[in-house]
């Protein structure tokens, strides 16, 4: 994971979204699932194994 102060995530290894709206995003990262929380996130960009998440991003949690 990759954090470019709080407007920015490059997640790599995702293997799919499981939830998605403007205040939530959750991403299931294999071992473990990627919550992020804030205002105005999307995801910017999407690969096969990476993700970048863009808004104003207020917190990341690792929910196991």
Known sequence: MEITG????ILEG???????????IKINAG????SFKGRGLH???????DIVVC???T??????
Do not use: A, P
């Open 6 to 9: 709080n407007r920015e995530v």
């Open 14 to 24: 995702s293997l799919g979204i499981l939830e998605y709206t403007d205040q939530s």
């Open 31 to 34: 071992k473990c699932i990627v």
């Open 43 to 49: 995801i910017q960009c999407m690969s096969d194994s």
């Open 55 to 57: 808004g104003f991003i």
């Open 59 to 64: 917190s990341i949690e690792y929910l196991i």
